[in-house]
């Protein structure tokens, strides 16, 4: 083999190491393009959308907007057997008219918690975010179409739905908080 073919070939093998490289710094650190909290525009709120792992994670209030009486208490009863932390029950406290299944309303701090509360609706709640809330637990409001809460199988769908979906949708006017690996 010649000085010139070798010499080609190590090119070649060199430029093909390279582009190996920078292909997986690219798939490994993604295009730089995503919102983080540095790069969150003026006005925008930082929003935690990482979904718990662990239910125990997940601090509610849960109030009644139907008219069936002790309905938050029962229901309380079947989210603490599911680990959630129920902080309140009670009748809803702003009083508004309720429709459909229920209403989950949060802050910044606990969109991912809410999409996990969500299939436990099988993802019919209705989303109530509210920026300027800073509190770290979902008021979880039952409507009248309220029956029971989902069995784990069917929250295992919602949440197979819900990845279809692509995920947690990102509340107006925020940015995804950086997540830790």
Known sequence: MSFARIRALALVAVLVLAAGVLTVMALTKGTGSSATPDACPSGYTVVDMELPNDNR???????????????????????????????????????????????????????????????YFLNNAVHEYDKNRTDETVDVILGPGFKQLATQTEVNQAFTALAGAGGPQLPKNSCPAKQTD
């Open 57 to 119: 994670n997940i601090h509610i209030n849960v109030y009644n907007a139907t008219d069936k009486a002790g309905l938050a208490g029962t229901v309380k009863l079947d989210f603490e057997y599911r680990r959630f932390k129920v902080e309140k029950t009670g009748n809803n406290p702003l009083g508004k008219p309720v429709s459909g299944v229920a209403i989950l309303r949060y802050g910044p701090k606990k969109v991912g918690a809410a999409y996990v509360l969500d299939a």
